[in-house]
T-cell receptor, first 112, second 114 residues
Framework: GQNIDQPTEMTATEGAIVQINCTYQTSGFNGLFWYQQHAGEAPTFLSYNVLDGLEEKGRFSSFLSRSKGYSYLLLKELQMKDSASYLCAVRGGSGGYQKVTFGIGTKLQVIP | SAVISQKPSRDICQRGTSLTIQCQVDSQVTMMFWYRQQPGQSLTLIATANQGSEATYESGFVIDKFPISRPNLTFSTLTVSNMSPEDSSIYLC???????????FGSGTRLTVV
């Protein structure tokens, strides 16, 4: 099976940088995703990592270490609109069947 | 990214009845996924719907409770059968992005069973 751990809540200040960590266990690893979900809305895709290293996309960066089963999402220059839940998700599986499993989500509150 | 139209957006249903949720995609996709998100929880995969074959259900979910149809490569339905208040949740469909590495979600169906 797949197991994903991430903090349930974080608070950060507008303009600051925040790092949201995610650790995972899975067989047949085939990619890690970060999604943003505002309350009452569907998740929206932020980033994808399948190789080790850092992927940067504007104010958002995501890092992956496959050997450590570890990823983080880095948000820079925080804005109030970044207050949302951030979901770490892992694609994996065996026997030709792969699925995406989501973590519980980290609820980020950005304060003035 | 793919564009998904999901209906209904919300519904309030009586205990013991059934509700069918539809997802229409603007492009052909091999696999469609159905998720449930209970209040304050993350997304849980219910089943994977493949065109031309029976859906693959995850542990804890059965076809009699959540029958799925996949008549073609752009459309799928999920039925929540014989509903109870415990089925109150948000149900979402999802498809792989055309770019090949992300997934797009429908807008969700907020179901309340009374």
């Amino acid at each position: 099976g797949q197991n994903i751990d991430q903090p349930t809540e974080m608070t950060a200040t507008e303009g600051a940088i925040v790092q949201i960590n995610c650790t995972y266990q899975t067989s047949g690893f085939n990619g890690l995703f970060w999604y943003q979900q505002h309350a009452g809305e569907a998740p929206t895709f932020l980033s994808y990592n399948v190789l080790d290293g850092l992927e940067e996309k504007g104010r958002f960066s995501s890092f992956l270490s496959r050997s450590k089963g570890y990823s983080y999402l880095l948000l820079k220059e925080l804005q109030m609109k970044d207050s949302a839940s951030y979901l770490c998700a892992v694609r994996g599986g065996s026997g030709g069947y792969q699925k995406v499993t989501f973590g519980i989500g980290t609820k980020l509150q950005v304060i003035p | 990214s793919a564009v998904i139209s999901q209906k209904p957006s919300r519904d309030i249903c009586q205990r013991g009845t059934s509700l069918t949720i539809q997802c229409q995609v603007d492009s052909q996709v091999t696999m469609m996924f159905w998720y449930r998100q209970q209040p304050g929880q993350s997304l849980t995969l219910i089943a994977t719907a493949n065109q031309g074959s029976e859906a693959t259900y995850e542990s804890g979910f059965v076809i009699d409770k959540f029958p799925i149809s996949r008549p073609n490569l752009t459309f799928s339905t999920l039925t929540v059968s014989n509903m109870s208040p415990e089925d109150s949740s948000i149900y979402l469909c999802s498809v792989p992005d055309r770019e090949g590495y992300g997934y797009t979600f429908g807008s969700g169906t907020r179901l309340t069973v009374v």
